[in-house]
């Protein structure tokens, strides 16, 4: 089992750039897949990024793509989301979760483990 704590989140203003990390328990970090989700109000969780549990590859979704960089370091049992170029519509609670699938899950109902989300607030 592991525990994730998000920091980082904040208010910031279009175009800017905010830099989350989580902080995961356990000394099996590097044997997990990590993703980060974002909701907005009214609106389902969505999948941002993930990053693979063995050979750090990444995936992300259409949304960041060019814009966020989703980065993991095993030693420090940290995973961060860099967003660059922030927009309006970026603004939401974002999340991240771990997972012991393989490649890249996408789907909220691939991970198990979730952080409690820190909130992102993009002033246009």
């Known amino acids: 089992q592991v525990q994730l704590v998000e920091s980082g989140g904040g208010l910031v203003q279009t175009g800017g750039s905010l830099r989350l990390s989580c902080a995961a328990s356990?000394?099996?970090?590097?044997?997990?897949?990590m993703g980060w989700f974002r909701q907005a109000p009214g609106k389902e969780r969505e999948f941002v990024a993930a990053i693979s549990r063995s050979d750090g590859n990444t995936y992300y979704a259409d949304s960041g793509k060019g814009r966020f960089t989703i980065s993991r370091d095993n030693a420090k049992n940290t995973v961060y989301l860099q967003m660059n170029s922030l927009k309006p519509e970026d603004t939401a609670v974002y999340y991240c979760a771990a997972s012991h699938n393989y490649g890249f899950p996408t789907r909220p109902d691939d991970y198990p483990y979730w952080g409690q989300g820190t909130q992102v607030t993009v002033s246009s």
């Open positions: 356990g000394r099996t970090f590097s044997s997990y897949a």
